[in-house]
């Protein structure tokens, strides 16, 4: 299924958790930051889309990133001696999920502008909207949750390496016209591999919609609702509302809160973002 699919802190959310279609949360990086969930309380009139399931067979997934650092320094003292020296530094970080069939949960329909209005309107969502620093904040809706059947294998590898190389030459003591040198190199590495199997039934990815107000330019939307919202404050109305599928542009344009995150490509079309490791 395309789209931008983002994956929890861990793999400990089933289907009966926080993490299912239609809940409301304050931000893409805190799934169990639950605003509202669709059906009870105050949001029970809120109308959802109807959902649909689809199962993909033996889904494995990788994503890896590494970096490379490197120092070159060459020095030349004319009829003295030359010298030459380099460093290297490289860290990789791999995380692979092995095969399990994936369940597919999302709605059939886009949220409609009535819909998005009812959510907006919600006294937990609409403080949360009303409470930012630079202007009105997102909300994020879950509309999409890829289910791994069965217990599958996380296992994730940290590796580093260091080379150091230096090399120089000079002029012999004699009078022979030639350079004597020497040359030297050191390398080291070190790997580290940690594996677990997770329950089966756990949420391994979910996707969000946003609601946000327009902003300034052009936007790229799914649609707009002309009457926006209402603030309680004699009815007076905002903005209009925008939904749009979550991505790593839109959240990218998030200005309330910076989140350290990566992203890897994972298929055709489909993208995959995840919260860094905490130093």
């Not at 993909?56 to 009829?79: I, P, T």
């Not at 403080?127 to 791994?148: C, D, E, H, M, W």
């Not at 649609?223 to 009815?235: P, R």
Request: charged share 25%; net charge negative.
């Amino acid at each position: 299924m395309p789209g931008t699919w983002f994956l929890p802190a861990d793999f400990t959310f089933t289907t009966e958790g926080p993490l299912r279609l239609g809940m409301v949360i304050s931000h893409w990086s805190r799934p169990t930051t639950v605003l509202a969930e669709m059906g009870s309380g105050n949001s029970s009139a809120v109308a959802l889309p109807a959902a649909k399931t689809i199962v993909e067979r033996n889904r494995a997934f990788n994503r890896s990133k590494s970096r490379s650092d490197s120092v070159g320094l060459w020095a030349k003292f004319e009829g003295l001696a030359s010298a030459s020296a380099s460093t290297e530094a490289g860290t990789s970080r791999t995380t692979d999920y092995s095969k399990t069939d994936h369940e597919i949960r999302s709605f059939v329909d886009p949220l409609m502008p009535d819909t998005v209005s009812a959510i907006a309107n919600l006294p937990a969502v609409q403080k949360q909207i009303n409470s930012g620093v630079f202007g009105k904040r997102a909300v994020y809706v879950v509309t999409g949750l890829r289910i791994a059947t069965s217990s599958f294998t996380v296992t994730k590898e940290d590796s580093s390496n260091f080379s150091v190389e230096a090399e120089g030459s000079g002029p012999p003591s004699g009078t022979i016209p030639a350079e004597v040198g020497g040359r030297i190199k050191h390398e080291s590495g070190k790997t580290a591999t940690d594996s677990y199997d997770t329950a089966p039934g756990i949420v391994f990815a979910y996707q969000l919609n946003v609601i946000r107000t327009r902003r300034a330019g052009v936007e790229t939307e799914l649609f707009s609702h002309a009457s926006g919202f209402l603030t309680g404050e004699g009815g007076k109305k905002e903005d209009p509302l925008v939904v749009v599928d979550a991505t790593k542009e839109e959240i990218d344009e998030d200005l309330e809160e910076e989140v350290e995150y990566d992203s890897a490509e994972i298929g055709e079309d489909e993208t995959c973002i995840y919260l860094l490791p905490k130093a």
